[in-house]
């Protein structure tokens, strides 16, 4: 189980700092506030499965920018950016696990 969660933070965190860019906006504040927005989410599961489905979301939200900015990219401040809100995230996933 931590093994699988090791891949899917490994593979999130892949999808948003390989390649992000937009036509309408910064692509790494968009990945970050997905990060956040998905981290509030966490916080108020109420299930495991729930936790899931905000994960198959983030990660599905996450390759569609990335799919559709193939020629950004990232400086180191806004792949740290991107790393600190998956940090976040993850830190939230593990405690909602903890109290369901």
Do not use: H, W
């Amino acid at each position: 189980m931590k093994k699988k969660l090791m891949l899917c933070a490994a593979a999130v965190f892949a999808a948003a700092t390989i390649s992000l860019s937009s036509c309408g906006g910064n692509p790494v504040d968009k990945a970050v506030s997905l990060f956040k927005e998905a981290t509030e989410q966490v916080k108020n599961a109420k299930s495991y499965d729930e936790l899931q489905d905000i994960e198959g979301d983030l990660e599905a939200k996450l390759e569609k920018l990335e799919d559709s900015n193939k020629d950004f990219e990232p400086t180191d401040a806004q792949k740290d950016a991107v790393k600190d809100a998956q940090k976040a995230y993850n830190k939230a996933k593990r405690e909602a696990k903890k109290n369901l």
